[in-house]
């Protein structure tokens, strides 16, 4: 049985309904959307640039160019966050270029604070590090699907959209890039 959500209809159909009511310009609409989106952006953005106020410059620019581009917005079978991340992506690449991150990481900031809280261990600090620095050893395909599928948590189907590879190809992506990041972090521990 399909899923539906409270309003009887199916989740791409609310959501095609509610990306219609933005376009002309419902402000509800709109902060909705945000709503649903701005978690799972940031975290794809933050897990891709060095600092966490370069993410939370570039999660505003997205949605800033969602709002932008919304009346171009056509519907053709692709959920909403597909196209979304395709903003966010785009986003991160610019930056890239502009930036060449700038040798600021924020692992080292963290380190550096004087007053960690109890959150940010020594311990914790060294463990992302080791993520971090195991995600970015891998394959560029493998590490967009991995930052996708858990950082930004999409499915499957919406991870192959916003990268236009088969569903297939991202599982295969998946798997690899999982198999690599466990043979990295044991070395590390």
């Known amino acids: 049985m399909a899923e539906t959500t409270l309003n009887g209809l199916r989740p791409e159909f609310d959501e095609r309904a509610l990306v219609e009511r933005a376009k002309e310009g419902d402000q509800q609409a709109l902060a909705e959307l945000y709503e649903r989106y701005l978690p799972r952006v940031y975290r794809y953005v933050a897990a891709r640039v060095p600092t966490p106020e370069d993410a939370e410059d570039l999660t505003a620019t997205v949605f800033l160019k969602m709002v932008d581009s919304l009346g ?107 198999a690599k990041l466990q043979r990295l972090l044991a070395e590390w521990e």
């Open 72 to 178: 171009r917005y056509e519907w053709r079978g692709l959920p909403f966050g597909a196209w979304l991340f395709r903003i966010a992506r785009n986003e991160i690449v610019s930056f890239v270029r502009r930036a060449r991150y700038r040798d600021a990481d924020p692992l080292d900031e963290a380190l550096r604070d004087p007053a960690p809280s109890a959150a940010r261990t020594l311990e914790d600090a060294e463990r992302l590090a080791a993520m971090r620095n195991a995600v970015a050893q891998l394959p560029q395909a493998q590490r967009e699907v991995i930052e996708l599928r858990f950082f930004a948590g999409l499915s499957v189907a919406d991870t192959a959209k916003v990268l236009g590879k088969s569903e297939t190809n991202v599982k295969v992506l998946q798997h690899k890039g999982v």
